[in-house]
């Protein structure tokens, strides 16, 4: 298993669409380990791949606080959602920012499992928040692009700023 390297916003492969996985492959198999493991690491509570620059449909999700709830969705599809629910979101891409989104409260995702099996999932609160977050990073989508223009300049040189003086 592997620590991989979360993409930092804004890197532009963070905007790369996700293609669906058509077979479940070693390679995957490896994939989710490595998410999960870089997840993990970083304290997360979701990873999509598009994170890690693995441009397929993976996210990686445990919202529990004894973190050993972990959830893998391959090819996720949103087949309900109701309600209406802001929460303030963070991402391992946008360290350090955390804003109101809002989303939907309730959802019901289809996804498949490691075993190349579908199965089918409702999720309220923080985990459906948490896995529309992680379903838009697949779409090329980072949290803060939901905010305003003001905003997102405002947090992009931001992060630049920290980007550069990490490197200095
Ligand atoms: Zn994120």
Known sequence: MAILKILQYPDE??????????????????????????????????????QVDVHQRVIVIDVSETRDQLHVF????IIASEGEFDYQEGCLSVPGIFEK?????NISVRAMNLNGDLFEL??????????QHEMDHL??????????????????SKLRKRQRDAKS
């Open 139 to 156: 779409m090329g989508k980072v949290f803060i692009e939901y905010l305003s223009q003001l905003k997102q300049s405002r947090i992009r």
């Open 122 to 131: 409702d999720a309220s609160s923080l985990f459906a928040i948490c896995i």
């Open 74 to 77: 391959i090819n996720p599809e």
């Open 101 to 105: 989104v809002k989303r939907a409260e």
């Open 13 to 50: 492969r963070l905007h790369k669409v996700a293609a669906p996985v058509s077979a479940i492959t070693d390679e995957i198999h490896v994939l989710v380990q490595n998410m999960t493991e870089t997840m993990y690491a970083a304290a997360g509570i979701g990873l999509a791949a598009t």
